[in-house]
């Protein structure tokens, strides 16, 4: 089948280089000149760039202009939320082409946009949107996209449903994964699911505050609750909220149809408010234990990114935390994976030179006086604690994400910090 995939995104570099790799002959058309971008997502993303670079050796993936494709049967939106001009604008494009055509709108994009873009392509072309909600995260999207859980249509057609049904034959093998719903239904299920794990992190956070004001703690409280099967283990880790392009976009701009809609959006205005907060944390905790006064002490943050398996920090807790903690005379040492070029160029121009990057996370926690835990990546899960303590000034850890366990930090002589924990 001849598909073209519109956007840079490492949902559209997936997109393509898993359809091409089925056996489609795959166009992918990028905004501007983004070839940096390009290389950088599928360096970081695992899987994806072999995947990618042997389905364009095998001649089945290319990148290219709309021009050279606007007349395909099938397209791909899979483009920022923030490029919905641009998808407006390739749909009133792709109305002009020759013979009938099927666009599938896997961008998040307002609830009601899927019309918007219906009426730009409905001409003499015969042209159908269908609505397949992005459900890919970055980190293992290759793995997501080949082993969904779910793949939800949102169409009226079953022309389109039959295309798509049959476009994913390979992934949908086991047991159906397919539900069909409306265009607008569709729209609304990406933000909900968005907000329902949302609102899971932010409670299990609020119930990790209680936590620490009644003397308990949070991992016995998340043990008895996850037990539950109705209830489970799933984003249900207290520790620094959650950061991302998605999750805080999509539950404001949720909230903002609700009060658009006239429909009260407390709940998830709160979700927001625990969210902002909880960045906050670590910082608290470093303000008390060191009775207030940061000036001079010294910083090693593990972890910049908002999640491990990911560049991105967008939303992400470490770039207010270093400029809080440079805004109090403090000192910062920063190791990250991949995240370290983001981070900085994240942070204002004024205090670039007073961020230290690190290569490996021991080089990070020389002379500190504290390391904070930020992201969980691997690599930070077993540290030579013994060796970090002989390098540090004041062996503190402020565990972010609550992966060591208190007793043995502390057996080694640290001080150990965690979010809810004892």
Not at 44 to 73: H, I, N, S
Not at 203 to 210: K, Y
Request: charged share 25%; proline share 6%.
């Amino acid at each position: 089948m001849k598909l073209a995939v519109y956007g840079d995104t490492v949902a559209a570099l997936t997109t393509a280089a898993v359809l091409a790799d089925t056996g489609n002959q795959v166009a992918l058309v990028c905004p501007g000149d983004t070839q940096d971008i390009l290389n950088h997502r599928l360096a970081v993303e695992p899987g994806l760039e072999p995947l990618f670079e042997a389905a364009r050796q095998a001649g089945r993936l290319k990148l290219t202009t709309l021009e050279q494709v606007v007349d395909r049967p099938v397209h791909f939106f899979v483009m920022r939320p923030e490029q919905q001009a641009w998808a407006e604008q390739l749909a009133g494009r792709l109305a002009q082409g020759v013979g009938p055509c099927t666009l599938i709108n896997r961008a998040t994009f307002p609830i009601g946009t899927s019309e918007a873009l219906q009426a730009r392509i409905q001409t003499d072309r015969s042209c159908v949107l269908v609505v397949e909600p992005d459900f890919v995260p970055e980190g293992r999207a290759v793995h997501a996209f080949t082993r969904p859980d779910r793949i939800l249509i949102g169409t009226d057609s079953a022309a389109a449903e039959a295309l798509i049904r049959e476009l994913y034959r390979p992934f949908n093998r086991n047991r159906d994964v397919i539900q069909v719903l409306s265009p607008r239904a569709a729209e609304m299920t990406k933000f909900a699911t968005n907000a329902m794990l949302a609102t899971r992190i932010s409670f299990i956070n609020e119930m990790a505050q209680l936590a620490e004001a009644l003397d308990v703690d949070i991992e016995q409280v998340r043990q008895g609750l996850g037990s539950d099967h109705r209830i489970g283990f799933d984003f249900l880790y207290p520790g620094l909220g959650f950061g991302g392009p998605n999750f805080a976009r999509d539950v404001a701009r949720l909230a903002d149809t609700l009060r658009e809609r006239g429909v009260d959006g407390t709940m998830l205005e709160a979700v927001l408010a625990v969210n902002e907060a909880q960045k906050e944390v670590l910082f608290r905790k470093a303000w008390q234990h060191f009775g207030y006064e940061l000036q001079g002490r010294v910083f090693a943050l593990w972890g910049l990114s908002y999640k491990p398996l990911s560049a991105s920090v967008e939303n992400a807790p470490s770039v207010p935390l270093a400029q809080t903690l440079i805004a109090q005379g403090a000192r910062v040492r920063v190791h990250d994976p991949a995240a370290t070029a983001a981070f900085v160029a994240a942070l204002p121009k004024r205090l670039r030179h007073q961020v230290v990057v690190c290569d490996t996370p021991e080089a990070a926690v020389e002379e500190a006086d504290g390391v904070m835990l930020l992201t969980e990546w691997k690599c930070y899960w077993h540290p030579d604690w013994e060796a970090l303590k002989g390098g540090m000034r004041t062996p503190v850890v402020f565990d972010g994400r609550n992966i060591y366990p208190p007793e043995r930090v502390r057996q080694v002589g640290f001080e150990y910090y965690g979010v809810g924990r004892r």
